[in-house]
């Protein structure tokens, strides 16, 4: 199969592309190296540096005719979301819309798209579905959420399936501690460099961490699907459905890094949802994918990247 990943300099789409590589899979690469970095990029995939909002995505998109593109080129920073919402939506939203529409031009098979449990805003139930609630609470979440309407608006009727991935929160190798700021990347380098770890709250919140492995082979799952993801979603979430707090989160970084030093605790901060999990019960039953890394695991493998790094 021929994939075409927009974002695929980032943090996921690297390690996409790098899991397609190896099982033999020609991969195409779109990205405007505005968040992703040159180094993530692998040499065996053909790499192109477009901006999704430019006209000439659409052009490339035809003549690398590819079989599926993965869509996962976003503004994925809610602090940036609230200084510029406006920037937000056109990369979030529009973007979305230009990549589908050219997909649809190009007679691509499937587009998988990527969304976030920042759709939903503060659960009013738990776990939440797909059918939950959706209020955002902030720019990002808005657009998100509007790119999946434009997805569907898109690619509705054509031949082109879709589907919007709403990823709950995602750590993994290659995040970036500066970049949408995961907090298991900002703990790992907090504690690589010496500084003190900081928890807002008293760490009883909680959240849906999931490894990237799990994303990754998720998205492969659905790619390579013989159901009509359209038909059965469009949105899914890609969660591991169990509750971890932020407490429990450093105590398996603290095992992990070996880290006994201190942990600094502030006030919680305004508009912080204090409790989020995802039901990935659909996409179990759609395409047989659940997420299969412990914890404890993925903590290790991520401090392990970490603590590689120059």
């Not at 979301?81 to 031009?105: H, I, K, Q």
């Not at 928890?199 to 492969?220: E, K, P």
């Not at 970084?253 to 990935?280: M, Y």
Request: with cysteine; proline share 4%; glycine share 10%.
């Amino acid at each position: 199969m021929h994939v075409l990943v927009t974002g695929g300099a980032g943090f996921i789409g690297s390690n996409l592309v790098r899991a397609l590589l190896s099982g033999g899979h020609r991969v195409s690469v779109v990205d405007d190296l505005s968040t992703g970095h040159a180094e993530n990029l692998d040499p065996r995939a053909g790499f192109r540096r477009v901006d999704i909002l430019d006209d000439e995505l659409a052009i490339h998109v035809a003549e690398c005719s590819p079989d599926a593109i993965v869509h996962l080129a976003a503004q994925a920073s809610v602090v940036v979301s609230l200084r510029d919402p406006a920037r937000d939506r056109a990369v979030n939203a529009e973007g979305t819309r230009r990549v589908a529409a050219a997909a649809r031009e190009a007679g691509v098979r499937r587009v998988i798209s990527a969304s976030t449990a920042a759709v939903y805003g503060e659960p009013v139930e738990l776990p939440l579905v797909e059918e939950s609630r959706k209020e955002p609470t902030n720019p990002y979440g808005a657009s998100k959420l509007e790119a999946e309407g434009l997805l569907a608006a898109e690619l509705q009727g054509s031949d082109t399936d879709f589907a919007s991935f709403r990823f709950s929160n995602v750590y993994g190798p290659r995040q970036d501690a500066a970049g949408e700021g995961g907090v298991v990347a900002i703990f790992c380098d907090h504690i690589r460099s010496g500084r003190t770890p900081v928890v807002f709250g008293d760490g009883s919140q909680t959240r849906d961490f999931i490894y990237v492995g799990d994303i990754v082979a998720a998205i492969i799952a659905a790619l390579f699907s013989e159901v009509r993801l359209s038909d059965l979603g469009p949105a899914y979430n890609i969660s591991t459905g169990e509750r971890t707090s932020v407490e429990g989160l450093v105590m398996a970084l603290r095992q992990a890094a070996h880290f006994l030093g201190a942990v600094d605790h502030q006030q919680a901060r305004e508009g912080d949802i204090v409790h989020s999990v995802l039901d990935p019960s659909r996409a179990a039953a759609a395409f047989g994918w659940r997420a299969n890394v412990p914890l404890e695991t993925g903590i290790a493998l991520t401090w392990r990247w970490f603590e590689s790094l120059p």
